[in-house]
């Protein structure tokens, strides 16, 4: 059982290009997250996808995209990447989301993105 | 509007000492609580949570927490702390979605 699998794991990107981080989870989850984490400042919520057809902007939306492609895997596109995007970027998933579940978060082992 | 703090960025402790990392929160209505751990390099892994019931809840590799509703608090307690809980812990209120605080430094030295 694999749980949350991420890829890639370290990528090295110029200003300007673009790439998708995909993530997959084999847990029979409805709801994946994708968070970004920077020193100092925690995890930060990018988007989410509380079920399979449906995505929502988190905190730090910006200059990102999302596609849930289906109940499994849910990729987090940068269009054009900016030094700022340099970071550590994790994907999540939950049984479910509806009303205020009591289910814990299932976290993959993150991919490192480093932005020239 | 949900939120968590974790009010220090780092905690150090000898080894076999006992240890408290904080946690107050600010959720309207009834919290569930939980603890990550995140060691170097790697995702974060559940310890604990609470969700109603004892206000002392037991998880992972001897953690426990207690959560006081009086204080806002749901602090990570364990009794005798090791060389290997050295990691970066965070809490967690779930509201409809996961938010997380800053993140504390668990540095235990031998």
């Known amino acids: 059982n694999a749980g949350v699998t991420q890829t890639p794991k370290f990528q090295v990107l110029k200003t300007g290009q673009s790439m998708t981080l995909q993530c997959a989870q084999d847990m029979n989850h409805n709801s994946m997250y994708w968070y970004r984490q920077d020193p100092g400042m925690g995890l930060r919520l990018i988007y989410y996808s509380a079920s399979e057809g449906t995505t929502d902007k988190g905190e730090v939306p910006n200059g990102y995209n999302v596609s849930r492609l289906n109940k499994r895997e849910f990729s987090l596109r940068l269009e054009s990447a900016a030094p700022s995007q340099t970071s550590v970027y994790f994907c999540a998933s939950i049984l479910s989301l509806t009303g205020r579940g009591t289910g814990e978060l299932f976290f993959g082992e993150g991919s490192r993105l480093t932005v020239l | 509007a949900q939120s968590v703090a974790q009010p220090e960025d780092q905690v150090n402790v000898a080894e076999g000492n006992p240890l408290t990392v904080k946690c107050t929160y600010s959720?309207?209505?009834?919290?569930?609580l939980f603890w990550y751990v995140q060691y170097p390099n790697r995702g974060l892994q559940f310890l604990l949570k609470y969700i109603t019931g004892d206000n002392l809840v037991k998880g992972s590799y001897g953690f426990e927490a207690e959560f006081n509703k009086s204080q806002t608090s749901f602090h990570l307690k364990k009794p005798s702390a090791l060389v290997s809980d050295s990691a970066l812990y965070f809490c967690?209120?779930?509201?409809?979605?996961?938010?997380f605080g800053s993140g504390t430094k668990l540095n235990v030295k031998p």
């Open positions: 967690a209120v779930n509201f409809n979605k996961f938010y």
């Open positions: 959720v309207s209505g009834n919290p569930y």
